[in-house]
């Protein structure tokens, strides 16, 4: 194993921990000798070093959301097919078991089709980050709706079987991150709302709505899904949960698995395409939530 960073003390400290041969601070020391590459980088570099790797037909496993923008993850994908190589994609959370239930009942039609999708993800800002990047309008590929929205969306886009169209779309930006984005959207006969952010606290939960009845769950309790059908009592569906580090676990066995033996990825990168094109979708279509408090106000002086 090679650990890259630009630190190199914070590498070796970070390699005391691990089997890692050897700590670089450029990843194209590594490029010629690589079986395979985790890309766990700021959302903008994850397009360039990825591409070089691929180009020299090594594998990669990258990080939510695959890029940037759609267009840079399809080159991606592109690069992928045209080395015969797999990319790999970290949208962990379809292996989470409330989010892999509802594929399962809605692939199956057990409540008929779906007609509305709520969404909400509402988290205060909190968790550490070296670069800062998360708030650099140049490298974050935007705030909450890149970031949180990227396993929204792509939840949506997988459950759906396709991309919905946006309806609307506002977030709080002055031409920065947006922190708060609320997004309505369709597909086929299916109406939707996601509201995340990153300002405050409320609920972070889904709710699938279908002909004969609905699908609700919390985004942090894997353990169980509620399911009402119409004139029978609700039911909590209780679920196995192997725990969050178990099913990274499994994502990087897979990985190496990919690289050993040409296993399929659990999520190639090709699928994350609808998911990134939505959110691009979003942004290109946003507008700014009506805040009267921050408008500029001509003053009079005397």
């Known amino acids: 194993i090679t650990l890259v960073d630009q630190n190199l003390e914070r590498a070796k400290k970070l390699a005391e921990t691990f089997p890692v041969k050897r700590c670089l601070t450029d990843y194209r020391e590594a490029l010629d000798d690589a079986d395979g590459a985790i890309v766990a980088l700021p959302t903008h ?179 169980a899904i509620l399911v009402r059908e119409r004139s029978k009592p609700v039911r909590q569906v209780k679920l196995k949960f192997e725990g969050y580090s178990a099913l990274g676990q499994r994502m990087i066995e897979n990985f190496v698995r990919v690289i050993r033996e040409g296993e399929s990825p659990i999520v190639p990168g090709a699928e994350a395409l609808n998911s990134l094109r939505f959110v691009d979708e979003c942004y290109a279509e946003v507008v700014r939530f009506d805040m009267p408090w921050y408008e500029l106000r001509e003053v009079e002086h005397v």
Not at 46 to 56: I, Y
Not at 191 to 197: D, F, H
């Open 45 to 223: 570099l994850h397009h360039p070093v990825a591409m070089e790797f691929l180009a020299r037909g090594v594998p990669v496993f990258c990080e939510k959301p695959l890029a940037e923008t759609h267009d840079k993850a399809a080159e991606m994908v592109e690069q992928a097919r045209k080395k015969n190589v797999a990319l790999a994609a970290n949208y962990q959370q379809r292996l989470w078991p409330q989010f892999l239930k509802a594929k399962e009942m809605l692939d199956a039609r057990v409540l008929g089709e779906p007609v509305h999708i709520q969404y909400l993800v509402g988290e205060v800002f909190a968790w550490p980050t070296v670069s800062g990047f998360y708030f650099n309008s140049v490298g974050s590929g935007r705030g909450v709706l890149r970031d949180r929205g990227a396993h929204v969306m792509d939840h949506i886009c997988w459950w759906l079987g396709g991309k919905p169209r946006v309806l609307s779309s506002q977030n709080d930006s002055f031409g920065g991150s947006d922190a708060v984005a609320s997004v309505q959207f369709e597909y086929e006969q299916c109406v939707g709302e996601v509201k995340l952010s990153w300002l405050s606290s409320f609920p972070c939960r889904f709710v699938i709505e279908c002909e004969k009845g609905s699908i609700e769950g919390e985004i942090y309790y894997p353990q």
